[in-house]
């Protein structure tokens, strides 16, 4: 009896859990090193001293919400031009280093001006694209040396367009794109460039067998004369998914470099696209540090074998750049059971994946998906819908299951999808009418609206009808 009465009565005391680790947050590989868990089981994110409480933005702003980070950005491109330049200096390459902003990616001012103030210059694809790097100059928003890289298919409006600009001073070059273009692109004074169609499959979603982009090797070999040829361009497609296909393009692109050089003198620049991956899906992935290091170490050795000078390098990695720094939260407005399935329950939530994260329906894209709130909570295994009517709006981890929390009588459930800066918002629409998210930036611990959401009257005009017409 007095035995047991000595004994302490313990706490049932579990270590807490890792939560950040959990969801794996906080770690730098995967891009996740601003984000973390406070105590109340919010999604933070930091920037410096400046702590952002996400499921507060949701409260105060609404959903669907976009929060772009633009100090990302800026140091993911600072990082990635150091790289590049340390090894150059490591290696002893004589050539220059440029790192062109493929547009396309993201054309948003907020993602453009961080961009442009770490030094990046910049790759168009459409006359539309190139009118606002027009606007920029206008607005002295950048340095006339900024070089601008001209692919995609040559109208009258896009090549007056570029005529119009360098007769301005500015520093514009067209890149051929087809035998159709070798005509009128190389008549133009100044720089120009040609992009090859390698003979050569990368590892990526992009369908190289019937690929419409660039000459031929062939014909680019072929190519009589072109005095001012400078640029050497190709492009193996997006999210490559090794490292060593990345090395193998460089290898397969500097041959066919060296022998366009034999017959134009006057080329001094390969340029090798974009393609560089981001880890969506949180596992093991190549770097941008070791994967620099291979392209420079790579390129000396093969030009210093081939006896030419060291080409200078530019690439146009954009997705890499951008993809980490936006946020997409959104709402669990619903839950269903699912019988017999992987997941246990539909969780519909206030926006849409097929029209806010077009890849997820387009190219069956995998995101990082987890809680801005109730992150220590017991889990659910979950499929999302979107708020559409169709049944496409969906996202199921291919078909696995979101672990989230279980749905409470009290409080909203926010969901995050992380990595959403790359693409998603040129290819955004307006399914079923809904609005698109609201975009907000937090930038030096203050938060300011750039896009508000769209009233039903906005969109209304989207489709005709203009005020009054209805009656
Ligand atoms: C799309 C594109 C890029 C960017 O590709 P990422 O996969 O985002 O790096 C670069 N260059 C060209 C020509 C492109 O078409």
Redesign the pocket.
């Known amino acids: 009896m007095a035995k047991r009465k000595l004994r302490k009565k313990r706490k049932p005391r579990r270590p807490a859990k890792n939560w950040r680790k959990f969801w794996k947050l906080g770690i730098d590989e995967f891009n996740t090193e601003i984000f973390g868990v406070n105590k109340d089981g919010d999604l933070t994110a930091t920037e410096g001293h400046h702590i952002y409480n996400l499921n507060d933005l949701a409260q105060k702003y609404g959903t669907p919400l976009q929060i772009l980070f633009p100090f990302i950005i800026e140091d993911r491109l600072k990082d990635l031009i150091g790289y590049f330049q340390a090894y150059m200096k490591i290696y002893g390459y004589r050539g220059k280093f440029f790192y062109h902003y ?1 547009m ?2 993201n054309q948003n001012k907020e993602f453009i001006l961080p961009l442009l103030s770490e030094g990046a210059n910049l ?1 168009v ?1 459409s006359a539309n694209e190139l009118w606002i790097v027009k606007k920029l100059w206008e607005g002295e928003r950048f340095n006339t040396k900024i070089r601008v890289f001209c ?1 995609g298919p040559k109208t009258h409006q896009y090549l007056d367009l570029i005529e119009e600009l360098r007769g301005k001073g500015m520093n514009i070059v067209p890149i051929i794109e087809s035998n159709e273009e070798i005509e009128r692109v190389s008549k133009l004074k100044g720089d120009i460039g040609v992009r090859v169609d390698l003979n050569f499959k990368a590892d990526t979603h992009w369908d190289k067998k019937f690929d419409r982009f660039g000459l031929s090797e062939r014909d680019a070999l072929n190519l009589s004369k072109i005095k001012n040829l400078k640029v050497m ?1 190709y ?1 193996m ?3 490559i998914k090794t490292q060593k296909s990345i090395l193998d393009a460089v290898k397969h692109g500097f041959g066919i470099y060296r022998e366009l050089q034999k017959t134009h003198p006057s080329l001094d620049t390969l340029d090798i ?4 991956g981001v880890p969506y899906e949180k596992k093991k992935f190549y770097t941008a540090k070791i994967v620099s290091s291979k392209i420079i170490k790579t390129l000396k050795s093969l030009s210093d074998k081939a006896g030419i000078r060291h080409p200078n390098l530019a690439i ?5 750049i951008v993809a980490p720094a936006q946020v997409t939260l959104y709402k669990v407005l619903s839950e269903k059971g699912i019988p017999k399935a992987n997941a246990v329950a539909w969780y519909i939530v206030d926006g849409s994946f097929m029209n806010d994260l077009k890849d997820t329906w387009a190219i069956h894209q995998k995101w990082h998906v987890i809680p801005a709130n109730n992150m220590h909570t017991p889990l659910k295994r979950t499929w999302l819908a979107g708020s559409t009517c169709d049944s496409d709006d969906k996202y199921t981890e291919g078909g696995n299951y979101i672990l989230l929390p279980k749905l409470r009588e009290d409080g909203d459930q926010l969901v995050a999808v992380l990595d959403t800066g ?1 693409y998603q918002d040129a290819l955004s629409s307006h399914h079923c009418l809904l609005a698109l998210p609201m975009k907000i930036i937090a930038k030096d611990g203050t938060v300011k609206i750039a896009r508000r959401r769209e009233s039903p009257d906005q969109i209304g005009k989207l489709f005709g009808w203009t005020n009054g017409d209805h009656k």
Not at 273 to 276: E, P
Not at 316 to 320: D, V
């Open positions: 493929p396309k990616v790759e694809t692919n361009h492009h497609g997006s999210q696209g974009g393609g560089f146009e990695w954009g997705q890499y790359a």
